[in-house]
């Protein structure tokens, strides 16, 4: 039987380029696939979109049987609409990409051959970024340098949430990865496996607006760095080694002075310590809230996302 490769396309409020997407891409699918002895299936998630996405999607399951369309109840984020997508998936391969063509169909070729070398993960990397300004070039860039510091994991700098997984890594995050606060792209680098890059270049959005604003990619970075590592956690206890260090250097230089009969002035010096310690204090109780905040929400085990229909062509059901 023909090897089949899953596109898996997460959607929230894409009815401006959904069309453009379909029509680029289905031909790049039909033709890279001839030509491999692939089949396909594309799969779009639609994550609980406001405007007239579902009935495009509905438009194009109606007329190509290989389309499915998992409909949300909600709207549960881009990380969840991949992972439905990676569950309701039946390919040897998994490519999961953005509907609004930054993440370019013309790599999917590449990636297929890829696969047929046997590579189960490949990690598409930017290598330019027509949409993001200097801002966040710079912050992405940071944010990279300082998850490689903190954990023992490994992030490829510049990585997307387009990438490639074979059949048995798309089992691992089915049944083993099934975290509420989650990184995604962060465990697909870090299952292991035979691993590959590919580079590509991000052009600007098709049409429509970003969905990630500056809250959101905060709440991403917090929750990836509190994911991977627990060196905040530990923050406390160099903090009050270093304070405790300073206040015995204080309590010592205190009782000098007192002797030499100049007791020490200290206003600013109790008001600058009280706002420093302070400060510290509630940056360490924040990160502890942070992690205590992630154990909640997976001890709560509610799930990561929950679907109101399975839409195909001949109506054909799916599990999920
Ligand atoms: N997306 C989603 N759910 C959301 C937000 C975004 O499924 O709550 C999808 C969106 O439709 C797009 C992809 O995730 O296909 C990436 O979103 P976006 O383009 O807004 O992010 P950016 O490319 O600016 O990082
Ligand atoms: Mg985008």
């Not at 991000?202 to 049409?207: E, L, Y």
Request: neutral net charge; glycine residues 6%.
């Amino acid at each position: 039987m023909a090897k089949k490769i899953s596109i898996v396309v997460s959607v929230y409020n894409e009815e401006l380029g959904l069309k453009q997407f379909y029509e680029h891409t289905s031909p790049i699918l039909s033709e890279a696939c001839a030509k491999s002895g692939w089949d396909y299936e594309l799969i779009f998630v639609n994550d609980g979109s406001r405007d007239s996405s579902l009935e495009i999607l509905k438009e194009f399951a109606a007329a190509d049987d290989h389309v499915v369309v998992v409909n949300f109840a909600a709207n549960r984020g881009h990380e969840a609409a991949m992972i439905a997508g990676i569950d309701v998936s039946t390919g040897d391969g998994v490519v999961c990409m953005d509907a609004d063509l930054q993440h370019p169909p013309e790599a999917i070729p590449g990636i297929i051959a890829k696969f047929d070398e046997g590579y189960d993960v490949i990690s598409m990397v930017r290598t330019a970024r027509e949409d993001a300004g200097l801002f966040k070039k710079i912050t992405s860039a940071a944010f990279y340098r300082v998850m490689n510091k903190m954990s023992k994991a490994n992030f490829e700098n510049n990585s997307s949430d387009f990438f490639g997984i074979s059949r048995r890594v798309a089992l691992v995050l089915k049944k083993d990865y099934r975290e509420r606060v989650r990184f995604l792209r962060g465990y697909v680098q870090n299952v292991g496996f035979k691993k590959t890059t590919l580079e590509f270049k991000a052009s600007a959005r098709v049409a429509g607006e970003s969905n990630y604003n500056l809250k959101a990619l905060v709440k991403l970075s917090l929750n990836a760095i509190c994911n991977f590592s627990d060196a905040p956690l530990k923050m406390g206890i160099y903090a009050g080694m270093t304070s405790l260090a300073f206040a015995f250097i204080l309590i010592v230089y205190s009782i000098i002075q007192f002797f030499l009969g100049n007791a020490p002035s200290g206003y600013s010096t109790v008001v600058v310590l009280i706002c420093f310690m302070f400060g510290v204090l509630f940056i360490i109780l924040g990160f502890i809230s942070e992690y205590l905040a992630i154990i909640f929400a997976e001890v709560k085990n509610r799930p990561i996302y929950i679907v109101d229909s399975i839409i195909t062509k001949n109506g054909e059901e799916r599990n999920e």
